[in-house]
């Protein structure tokens, strides 16, 4: 790339949308070009439509930008990164694919079509071989549709990916202790969170037994061969503010020790950190020797964020091991799982200035990755 990418993003006033901001703010491939919202926002500046909940100030220049309509019309992009909330991602996102932008998003609304890869850059980078078919088959011109997994399965899956490179997994048991930012803003409210465990969450344990198996697939022809791994999961709402940690106990095929899970998991690196991709942590997982590690607070940005923080592997009395994880779930589980998809995407020629790449260039790298 000659220039920095100009990117909108939608759903900017969310919880997410606020990170991509703060994350775009220093980014050196990517500037933020347009903020949209809901129609309530639309028109106010951004400092007057958004309640910013996050640690660092407003990004310069962020809250004198007017609101825009979330319409492919309304925005000046070269691609998008989608926070839209999921129950109206699905028609809007396909709108913008198919007004010839290219859609990144952390919506739930495709993660499951067959024709959309669900990346994670370092676990999955080779399933962005599914884009040219998807293009062809949806009649897109330009613009394509990516997500990233649910936040917990985000956590959950770098865990498990050097797991069944090095052992294979066959079964996973998962018991989730999520944070009230997973629910968006304003969420879950403080009556009935504070002082309080809730053990349930919408939809949550059909994602985190379902998404796992197509990220760790094969990719088949046009589609991805789902991971033949049985998985368990139960979940609950903690009033912690950021930081999901999850119980995980693994299943697997062949025999293995605690020292190799320990190495397997600690070396663990793939394409973006070979690529030095400016949003790859050296080390996708970290692995911490402490008895009482990783936790939310200690833990949480680890790597800017960006590391799955894993601790306590040891024996298990009815699978093979378990151990306990942390994952920052709008960081690593949201925004910057999207940002290091967009530079993967980038790398491998599929995103970029509008006036700097083709479709046929973007079908033929696809098709190159591995
Ligand atoms: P959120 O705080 O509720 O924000 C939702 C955003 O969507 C807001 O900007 C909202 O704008 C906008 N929106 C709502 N209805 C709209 C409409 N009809 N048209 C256009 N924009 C609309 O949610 P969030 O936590 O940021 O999550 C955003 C997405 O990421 C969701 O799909 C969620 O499932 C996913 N996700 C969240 C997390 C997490 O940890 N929070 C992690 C992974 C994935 P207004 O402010 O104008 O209403």
Redesign the pocket.
């Known amino acids: 790339m000659t220039k920095r990418c100009k990117v909108a993003v939608?759903?900017?006033?969310?919880?997410?949308?606020q990170r991509f901001l703060q994350l775009l703010e220093s980014h050196p491939w990517f500037e933020t070009s347009t903020v949209?919202?809901?129609?309530?926002?639309a028109g106010k500046r951004y400092r007057d439509?958004v309640n910013w909940l996050l640690e660092t100030p407003l990004p310069e220049g962020a809250g004198e930008r007017v609101v825009r309509r979330?319409r492919p019309e309304e925005v000046d992009a070269d691609f998008v990164f989608s926070?839209?909330?999921?129950s109206?991602?699905g028609p809007?996102e396909e709108e913008f694919a198919r007004s010839g932008v290219p859609v990144v998003s952390?919506?739930?609304a495709h993660r499951m079509d067959e024709d959309v890869p669900l990346l994670l850059a370092d676990v999955n980078p080779e399933h962005v071989a599914l884009l040219p078919a998807q293009q062809q088959r949806r009649e897109f011109s330009t613009g394509f549709l990516v997500t990233n997994p649910?936040?917990s399965t985000v956590g959950l899956v770098t865990a498990l990916k050097p797991l069944d490179d090095a052992f294979g997994v066959e079964a996973v048991s998962v018991v989730t202790m999520q944070a009230a930012?997973?629910?968006?803003?304003p969420g879950v409210s403080s009556m009935e969170l504070l002082g309080n465990v809730i053990p349930f969450i919408a939809k949550e344990e059909e994602k985190l037994q379902s998404e796992p198996r197509k990220i760790l697939g094969r990719v088949a022809k046009a589609t991805i061969e789902p991971a033949r791994i049985v998985l368990t999961a139960q979940v609950n709402r903690v009033p912690v503010v950021d930081g999901h940690l999850e119980s995980v106990s693994v299943k697997l095929r062949r025999k293995a020790s605690v020292a190799e899970l320990e190495q397997a998991l600690s070396e663990y690196v793939s394409g973006p950190q070979r690529a030095g991709l400016p949003s790859a942590p050296e080390r996708p997982v970290i692995v911490r020797a402490e008895r009482d590690r990783p936790q939310p607070r200690l833990d949480r940005m680890a790597a800017g964020g960006m590391a799955v923080v894993v601790g306590l592997i040891r024996p298990c009395q009815i699978l093979d091991f378990r151990f306990t994880l942390l994952v920052h779930?709008?960081i690593r589980?949201?925004a910057g799982a999207a940002l290091l998809n967009a530079e993967w995407l980038v790398k491998k020629g599929l995103l970029g200035p509008r006036d700097e790449i083709s479709p046929a260039q973007a079908g033929n790298e696809a098709t190159l990755v591995s």
Request: hydrophobic share 40%; with cysteine.
């Open positions: 939608l759903g900017a006033t969310g919880l997410v949308g949209t919202a809901s129609e309530g926002s439509a979330t926070a839209l909330d999921s109206v991602a809007i952390n919506a739930s649910n936040c930012s997973g629910a968006g803003y779930n709008t589980g949201a």
